[in-house]
């Protein structure tokens, strides 16, 4: 599908480092540039650990590049707000809160009363699949409740982006691909502006509109892809295995 | 529960031993003489006595001193509560505060409430007030360390979270560090409960009118070993009691914290 052409977020020149213990300096992220368009299925991918949840921290507003800058709509971004939603690589529940707790503290935030946001919740609660567990506590959730609990509290504070840093890295593969394919059922139902950080090739295939493969320490981008294979997508799809082989030759530092 | 059960014969048998032995050393051996260890039945006879509104040899009746005690600990206990908890809490959210009180606070508190007792009697005389300080001492110490300690636990990903819905930093105190702090900080209240009784004997002992520390202190001055295990008795009994409810408050507001 042709993402819509507004652009909605955008980086330009982003550059971040960090300090050593011993006061030498690492830069994680090299000059990064893109743009993200609305309702756009946007895959950052890259190996290993380096840069790409720094590049999402400052996409959040969570942390500040040493260079360059980030604007949503036109407008720099200088602190986290509730339009760009965050799911987090571990989760990152309230465990003294239940899930109705849980997903009902962003709308509850920004002012929302009692009445509605526990009614946005449950709509959010419903559409991740969670209907009757709302008074559950997130330590009696499988992982894979407890992400879509993070899916659904991050979609109730009616963000214009949702960034997703490798929510499903600590999920078996079962589980994984179950929930690969969730998301995706969640998101054409409420279609959002989705950044999803990934160091899984099939992953990042299933899901993304639009993937940009980036380079280990310091992150740059590579290359772009567009990914125009139909939905709901097949993992042994010619296509997509040639798609696979293709990207991962790419990463090959060797190349 | 059912493991409990098969083996409260152990500590059925504990206890009995114990008071075997005692029986056997005073009544029967006769190994003790009675004004050092009195026998087990005279102690509960003096139990009794006291109990049922006997003012010998201190002048007033166990159910005053108990009232007396009581006053005391639990007056300065929730002065300490009130001002400690907030104290800590704010030192531990507050960078500035932290750095104004810490060390104030890291100098006062290796000193043992206990050791204030001669300066708080010079400044309040032997009355109500100068042990309330001491109990407010000893309590407030344990609440402000435990509070801090709690506050500090609060996950960093939990703080990101909040600051993403548009959280303010009041809000995230409130609705993020203080329910992570809540074990810890309800830890704080038993912990400095305990500090607080065991400060309070102490105190009576020193400088009193009336009070269990005091009864026990009189008892001694008049040679009344059966006072002195009534009194000692009686200190265990409302210190393990303050201890057990608070257990059972602890068990129905703080089982959720369970997991981080």
């Known amino acids: ?255 | 529960m059912k493991r409990k059960k098969k083996y409260l014969w152990l500590s059925v048998l504990s206890v009995c031993a114990a008071l075997g032995v005692w029986e056997l050393v005073t009544d029967i051996l006769q190994l003790m003489p009675s004004y050092m260890l009195p026998s087990p039945a005279a102690v509960v006879e003096a139990f009794i006595y006291k109990l049922t509104g006997g003012v010998n040899p201190d002048g007033a009746t166990l159910w005053q001193h108990i009232s007396t005690s009581l006053k005391i600990a639990l007056g300065g206990y929730t002065a300490g509560v009130v001002i400690g908890v907030p104290l800590g809490i704010a030192m531990a959210w507050y960078k500035k505060v932290d750095l104004f009180v810490k060390p104030l606070f890291d100098l006062l508190r290796p000193v043992p409430p206990l050791a204030w007792i001669p300066l708080l009697i010079l400044w309040f005389g032997i009355g109500y007030s100068a042990k309330v300080a001491v109990i407010f001492l000893s309590a407030m110490i344990a609440c402000v360390v435990n509070s801090y300690a709690g506050i500090k636990q609060t996950r960093q990903v939990h703080i990101w979270v909040a600051q993403t819905f548009g959280a303010s930093d009041l809000e995230i105190l409130f609705r993020v560090a203080i329910p992570t702090a809540w074990p810890m900080i309800f830890t704080g209240l038993k912990t400095s409960l305990g500090s607080a009784w065991m400060a309070l004997v102490a105190a009576e002992l020193l400088a009193s009118t009336s009070g269990l520390g005091y009864m026990i202190q009189m008892a001694r001055q008049m040679g009344r070993a059966d006072i002195i295990i009534v009194g000692m008795f009686v200190i265990g009994v409302i210190g393990s009691l303050m201890s057990g409810i608070l257990d059972l408050l602890g068990k129905k507001f703080v089982h959720r914290g369970g997991s981080k």
């Not at chain 1, 709509?73 to 690589?89: D, F, I, K, L, T």
Request: charged share 20%; aromatic share 8%; glycine share 8%.
């Open chain 1, 1 to 255: 599908m042709e993402p819509a052409s507004q652009v909605i977020l955008q980086c330009e020149h982003l550059s971040r480092s960090f300090r050593r213990p011993d006061g030498s300096m690492y830069q994680v992220l090299g000059d990064v540039s893109f743009s993200v368009h609305e309702n756009e299925f946007l895959v950052l991918f890259g190996p290993g650990q380096c840069g790409k949840t720094t590049l999402l921290k400052l996409l959040a507003g969570l942390d500040r590049p040493d260079g360059g800058t980030v604007k949503m709509n036109g407008q720099p971004v200088a602190a986290p707000a509730p339009s760009r939603g965050v799911v987090y690589q571990t989760t990152a529940l309230f465990p003294w809160m239940t899930v109705m707790g849980n997903v009902s503290f962003g709308p509850l935030a920004q002012g929302l009363s009692k009445e509605e946001s526990r009614r946005r919740a449950q709509y959010f609660i419903d559409l991740v699949g969670l209907h009757g567990f709302e008074n559950h506590y997130p330590n009696q959730l499988s992982g894979g409740m407890q992400q879509r609990v993070g899916i659904a509290r991050a979609y109730c504070s009616n963000p214009q982006v949702l960034l997703m840093d490798e929510p499903f890295g600590h999920l078996d593969a079962q589980t994984r691909y179950m929930m690969e394919e969730e998301l995706v059922r969640i998101w054409q139902e409420e279609k959002r502006t989705v950044i999803f950080v990934t160091n899984n090739i099939e992953e990042a295939l299933y899901l993304a509109d639009r993937l940009i493969l980036l380079t280990d320490c310091p992150a740059v981008i590579r290359r772009e892809y567009p990914i125009r294979l139909a939905r709901p997508r097949d993992y042994v799809d010619p296509e997509f295995l040639h798609l696979r082989q293709e990207i991962s030759r790419q990463m090959d530092p060797a190349q």
